[in-house]
Nanobody, 116 residues
């Protein structure tokens, strides 16, 4: 079992920055991918960024050049640095992970609000 806990959401003005963190606990050695989704009311869920166990990263086109995903050396915490935030980035952000058996794990989400 894996547990994920997000932190770092909040209210920021357009153009500002926030850093989200996702702390993984449990059988983290089984995780092969971690990342972030976001979803707001009436909106489709969007995959924002991923990082593999090997360190490869991918980003949604909507955040390329503005967001950066990274992790700490222990691989227990994944970060999402969000710069040049826009009002359309306002969403609930969810940390997720996939283990080597293809099982998905989800955090409870953290809200990011960007004011114009």
């Amino acid at each position: 079992q894996v547990q994920l806990a997000e932190s770092g959401g909040g209210l920021v003005q357009a153009g500002g920055s926030l850093r989200l963190a996702c702390l993984a606990s449990g059988t983290i050695s089984s995780l092969i991918i971690m990342g972030w989704y976001r979803q707001g009311p009436g909106k489709q869920r969007e995959l924002v960024a991923t990082i593999t166990r090997g360190g490869s990263t991918e980003y949604a086109d909507s955040v390329k050049g503005r967001f950066a995903i990274s992790r700490d050396n222990t691989k227990t915490t994944v970060y999402l640095q969000m710069n040049t935030l826009k009002p359309e980035d306002t969403d609930a952000y969810y940390c997720y992970a996939i283990n080597n058996g293809g099982i998905y794990y989800w955090g409870k989400g953290t809200l990011v609000t960007v004011s114009s």
